[in-house]
């Protein structure tokens, strides 16, 4: 993957290279085993704004109790994941939030380059200029959905948008189970009402959230299980043969 991607940085005259991988947050530990010297962008951001954004990116406009419940909860691990890494400082981990991104692009950007030792340039914020010739399209050679804001620059207004689109009803739900979380990370929850109504709700919804992480770890650990056995079948029958 180095020379892959090291040949891709050199092609656009560039001295590093990144990986966008939201998933990979859960995969640190591979990540600086292969790459020692690795620095850790992390960004976050309002669990609400990430409902909103999610559902109808990915799951058809459902704003349903459960689909909203299992996005908050995997928010959570994600938000959590680098807490698990003793390997983790400032000197190759940096926490950036969304809404600062976005609100103040040269700042935070200049504190991320401060961060990755290189040098802040203006087009950095232009980004949308040559974005398109980067972004993955569609059979018809359009922009995929979840994408096409990049083809435009920084939009403060979207901090606030789940205000708009988020029922009172899912507010409370997605603060009641992100709560401790989110005020760690400065994201103040804003419903006054009681959550005395949805309190019957959240076992049945803990739940079905189980069963689906029942479902994902065993998926996982079944394909190591798998692999495992490939090689050590393969690596068995290689000796036989050597014999």
């Known amino acids: 993957m180095n020379v892959l991607m090291q040949t891709f940085a050199a092609r656009e005259g560039k001295p590093r290279w990144g990986e966008k991988t939201p998933a990979h947050i859960h995969r640190l530990r591979e990540i600086l085993s292969a790459f020692p010297k690795a620095r850790i962008i992390h960004i976050v951001r309002d669990p609400r704004a990430v409902v909103v954004s999610a559902i109808e ?10 689909e909203v419940y299992c996005l908050v909860r995997y928010w959570m691990r994600c938000v959590k994941a680098p807490d698990k890494r003793h390997e983790l400082n400032e000197s190759n981990y940096l926490l950036v939030k969304y809404e600062d991104l976005v609100s103040r692009p040269e700042k935070t950007l ?36 979840h994408h096409r804001l990049a083809q435009g620059p920084f939009d403060s207004s979207r901090k606030e948008r789940w205000q708009d689109v988020l029922s009172p009803r899912h507010r409370v739900l997605v603060e009641m189970v992100a709560g401790e979380a989110m005020r760690a990370l400065g994201y103040v929850p804003v419903t006054k009402q009681g959550h005395h109504f949805l309190t019957g709700r959240l076992l049945w919804l803990r739940v079905c959230w189980l069963v689906s992480e ?13 692999w495992g056995l490939a090689i050590y079948v393969l690596g068995v029958e290689a000796c036989r043969a050597a014999t």
């Not at 990116?57 to 459960?66: E, I, L, S, V």
């Open 110 to 145: 200049k504190r991320v380059c401060k961060f990755l030792e290189l040098e802040f340039v203006p087009d950095m914020i232009a980004f949308y200029h040559k974005a398109r010739q980067y972004l993955p399209t569609d059979s018809e050679g359009e922009i995929v959905p």
């Open 214 to 226: 029942a479902k994902r770890l065993s998926k996982k650990f079944g394909r190591k299980l798998f």
């Open 57 to 66: 990116a990915f799951h058809c406009n459902r704003f349903t109790d459960k």
